[in-house]
């Protein structure tokens, strides 16, 4: 697979020259064409070897941008927030008697979702590791989130970025979404963290609300959705990872059930048999549960929810001011490009099919003098965020026009 | 202090008089302080006003810091309130409601000016302050409360029984809308921006539909006191821009500056004893120390009788607080004398005793010089290594804090279980509600109990006031229930 050699500095210098979409994702970050400071007055930060961090980079343009990357070369750049004035200016800005300040106004809202994050419930490749298969969690995440953040909080300028190795990055960039303060930012992440508690902690749903000896709280209907989605992959899942096969997994499981007689039938059954597969065990569960009441129902839903539902790395969300990744970036251990996913169609998004940077530039080069991106495989990425552009501008154009009728009307 | 009352205009808040005399500038007790207060001041109303503010802010914040519920909150704050910050509804007749609701308005807008300057002070600000809003709120007139909630636009709107229909599952899962036989009830639902109730999506506590958070009555509070909250943070914000144009004036900045730290070590009232009403004589004063000064003092009178000496601001922090406990300028002579007592009499004479005779105000200005407050000895003369002064909650290491706390009050029963809550408190910062916290373990026997502080809840903010209470308690339990003023 990769080596340092998919991702020497002649190769990084040559993709940075050739391939990178700087204009588009100049275009994405300014939600205009001329210059203004939402791309002025952004952070980049520099990732060089030797782990040189350079920060509170700003630009006036892409071209300038496109400057400094191919001369640093850097092994990453991230992006950060819209400050109060240029990141460059900062120490001025600073100073007392300017009356400006140094604040981060804007910024896209931010998600990660990272596959280690999957360990206790994967059971196909472990830490760094990633498969097509491990990639159904992934597929998950996207949908439940998409759909949380479309029909829940009214968000549609959403670019989903392959992260370039094991996880997926989530941009989202309506006018709202960037205005976000970070107390703003808190209840985002609030309202989409179900999975709590660290690894010594069995049970990590517990988003019900009150309820009584009989009756569980209801599940929150901002989670209804993600409840159907898991239960629709639940099965797929179950065969595919068998995550209660083994004696750790089904052991695991027991601990969620709060029914002990329940949990005392199954043990039994299945130390005896070992070889019971997942899809089996779970349909035991679910007979023994049958007829006990809502609270062990309920407890199914959980578990459900537990091995589904995405898992947030909540700290990135939260901050206005925190870098992500720029994407179109090389991941430096695989040498796979962080191309944008249709969310629509996630699940047939393979990981071990992104380009390489290697492959691109062989392609570039077979394309002959002259060529450029369009002439690689990167042109569908590339595609697909000059159409998610679009429907930004659209917005901005929209507002803007209703800004100017309001303004017209007021006058009046 | 500032007795300074010239009047003159500050250029920030731009106070005009031509407006004050309009009766009705404040219809309402609850306000958002949109407006600034635009007549003119003295600096002495100036200062007044935002100090009463300040000490029912300072307490409401050393109530968080002391866990109180909100229930026991309210209640030290509405005493609070009576006393320093008064005012009434519309309907108390008796009362010049416009001047206590222009009073209102001042002392909130001098401490805009003083805690717009660190972010951390403008976060806890407002923190205060919205509690002190919610406080009001829950306490106001209904009627009027209900005009007053109309005379502002908070963005909602009431959601129609269509759309209560259309979402009555939903609603129902979340237990804030019943419906009965298809027809929803009548319980009222408001439809706002989710970003006016973040915490409420926060814990998934209403419907969320295309970025509108769906709220139920009972949650309205919620929506009034986040848009207080905005409110405020914006005009600090933009308070926090031009007060920096501000040109440095001095005597202004100075006021400030004394008003941002009343927040670290509360506000003290002045202290001008004789607090226990009887003299006190040179040799009562060890008797006294060891069951009832606070950990400073004890620190100061240790220092002395080990060292036979005590450096300079030790002796004036000491030396001001024995004067105000009831020490006459003879018996304080006396007790110097006796305590240094390596000194002849003519180097103690001729170095000690006039510095004696000026804290008394019998030499030199003159001045009768009150004794230090919490505030000013946590804040004021950080002591050096040598030095014995300063608060042992702020300036000891958490080692020797720990072991000087169990020597010095476990014979008061404090007990090495108790250090746990009392080093956390010292660890967020909040010195004076870890003294406070000392104070009710250590009279627990006479049966002071965990929030009751030095009497109704308050924290100590002068180690006098520490010293009298433990004085007045201890004569209430003897039988002689003499009350102190
Ligand atoms: S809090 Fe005040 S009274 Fe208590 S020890 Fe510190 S300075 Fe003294
Ligand atoms: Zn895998």
Redesign the pocket.
């Known amino acids: 697979m990769a080596d340092s050699a998919e991702t020497s500095p002649e190769v990084m210098l040559q993709f940075y020259r050739m391939l990178y979409p700087f204009k588009s994702i100049f275009t994405w970050l300014n939600q205009e064409h001329a210059p203004k400071d939402l791309f002025t007055n952004r952070e980049f930060a520099f990732t060089l070897k030797e782990d040189v961090y350079l920060r509170y980079n700003c630009f006036s343009n892409a071209e300038e941008l496109k400057k400094q990357v191919c001369a640093l070369n850097p092994t990453r750049f991230e992006i950060g927030p819209m400050y109060s004035s240029r990141p460059s200016e900062r120490k001025l800005a600073r100073s007392v008697k300017s009356g400006k300040l140094f604040t981060p106004l804007k910024r896209e809202l931010v998600f990660d979702i990272d596959m280690t994050d999957y360990d206790g419930v994967r059971t196909c490749c472990t830490s760094a590791g990633i498969c097509k298969r491990c990639w159904a969690f992934i597929a998950n995440a996207v949908r439940v989130l998409d759909s949380a953040l479309r029909t829940q909080f009214g968000y549609h300028q959403l670019l989903w970025v392959y992260s370039g190795r094991r996880g997926i990055h989530l941009w989202v960039s309506d006018d709202e979404a960037m205005g976000l303060t970070d107390e703003l930012r808190r209840a985002v992440v609030g309202a989409l963290t179900v999975i709590e508690g660290g690894k010594e902690m069995a049970k990590k749903v517990n988003v019900r609300g009150m309820g009584t000896k009989s009756h569980p709280g209801d599940l929150p209907p901002s989670l209804w959705h993600a409840r159907d989605e898991g239960s629709r992959m639940w099965y797929p899942l179950l065969d595919d990872q068998e995550c209660f096969l083994s004696e750790d997994g089904w052991r695991t499981l027991l601990k969620l059930v709060p029914d002990k007689k329940i949990v005392e039938t199954l043990e039994k059954r299945w130390e005896k048999q070992p070889g019971i597969e997942s899809s089996k065990k779970w349909n035991e569960l679910k007979a023994e549960v049958k007829g006990t009441g809502a609270r062990n129902l309920a407890a199914l839903e959980d578990i459900i929810l537990q091995y589904t539902y995405p898992r947030l790395d909540a700290e990135v969300s939260k901050h206005r001011n925190h870098l992500l990744k720029a994407p179109f970036c090389v991941h430096p251990k695989t040498g796979r490009v962080c191309v944008p996913v249709d969310p629509n169609r996630v699940e047939n998004f393979d990981p071990n099919a992104v380009p390489t940077v290697m492959q691109l530039l062989q392609e570039l080069d077979k394309a002959g003098e002259g060529a450029n991106w369009e002439h690689t495989s990167l042109k569908p990425y590339v595609d697909m965020l000059d159409r998610h552009i679009v429907g930004i501008l659209d917005d901005v154009r929209r507002r803007e026009r209703a800004r100017v009728v309001l303004q017209h009307d007021l006058n009046w | 202090m500032y007795n300074n009352s010239d009047r003159r205009k500050f250029d920030p808040v731009k106070f005009d008089s031509s407006k004050s005399a309009n009766s009705f500038e404040w219809p309402f007790r609850l306000n958002f302080y949109d407006k600034s207060p635009w007549y003119e001041v003295s600096l002495e109303d100036f200062e007044r006003y935002a100090l009463d503010r300040l000490r029912v802010l300072a307490e409401i914040e050393s109530s968080f810091a002391r866990n109180r519920s909100w229930e026991e909150l309210k209640s030290v704050t509405t005493r609070q309130c009576k006393d320093h910050l008064p005012l009434n509804s519309s309907s108390a007749s008796t009362v010049d409601t416009q001047t206590e609701r222009r009073n209102d308005h001042l002392g909130h807008f001098v401490l805009r000016l003083a805690f717009c300057r660190s972010e951390d002070l403008r976060r806890r600000f407002v923190k205060a302050e919205t509690a002190l809003f919610r406080v009001r709120y829950e306490s106001d007139d209904t009627k009027e409360r209900e005009l007053f909630l109309q005379s502002r636009d908070f963005k909602w709107t009431e959601v129609n029984s269509e759309e209560k229909l259309q979402y009555a599952s939903e609603l129902k899962g979340l237990g804030i809308q019943q419906t009965e036989e298809g027809v929803p009830t009548t319980e009222r639902l408001y439809k706002v921006r989710w970003t006016q109730v973040p915490d409420l999506v926060n814990k998934r506590r209403v419907l969320l539909k295309d970025g509108w958070a769906y709220v139920p009555s009972k949650e309205q509070l919620s929506i009034v006191l986040r848009a207080f909250e905005a409110n405020l943070e914006n005009a600090l914000d933009s308070t926090a821009r031009s007060i920096m144009r501000m040109d440095g004036d001095t005597r202004l900045t100075e006021i400030l500056n004394h008003m941002s730290r009343g927040f670290v070590?509360g506000v003290a009232s002045e202290y001008s004893g004789p607090a226990t009403g009887d003299e006190i004589r040179a040799d009562m004063v060890d008797d006294l120390a060891k069951r009832h000064f606070?950990?400073?003092?004890r620190n100061l009178h240790e220092c002395l009788m080990r060292d036979r000496h005590l450096k300079h601001f030790g002796r004036l922090q000491y030396g001001l607080f024995l004067k105000v406990l009831g020490l006459s300028i003879d018996e304080a002579i006396a007790f110097w004398r006796k305590s240094f007592s390596n000194l002849t009499d003519d180097k103690f004479n001729k170095e000690y005793k006039y510095n004696i005779r000026h804290s008394f105000g019998l030499e030199g200005k003159r001045a009768n010089y009150p004794a230090k407050s919490?505030q000013q000895?946590?804040l004021t003369d950080k002591p050096g290594p040598s030095d014995c002064h300063g608060?042992?909650?702020?300036h000891f290491a958490p080692d020797n804090l720990q072991t000087s706390l169990l020597a010095t009050y476990s014979s008061q029963g404090l007990t090495s279980t108790d250090l746990a809550e009392v080093m956390r408190t010292v660890k967020e910062g909040h010195?004076?509600v870890?003294?406070t916290r000392v104070f009710e373990i250590t009279h627990a026997a006479a049966g002071v109990k965990k929030g009751d502080g030095i009497g109704e809840g308050e924290s100590?903010?002068?180690?006098n006031q520490?010293a009298a209470k433990s004085i007045e308690i201890e004569k209430a339990q003897q039988g002689d229930a003499m009350v102190i003023e």
């Open positions: 070590a606070p950990l400073c003092m919490c000895i946590l608060c042992p909650y702020r010195y004076h870890a003294c100590v903010t002068h180690p520490y």
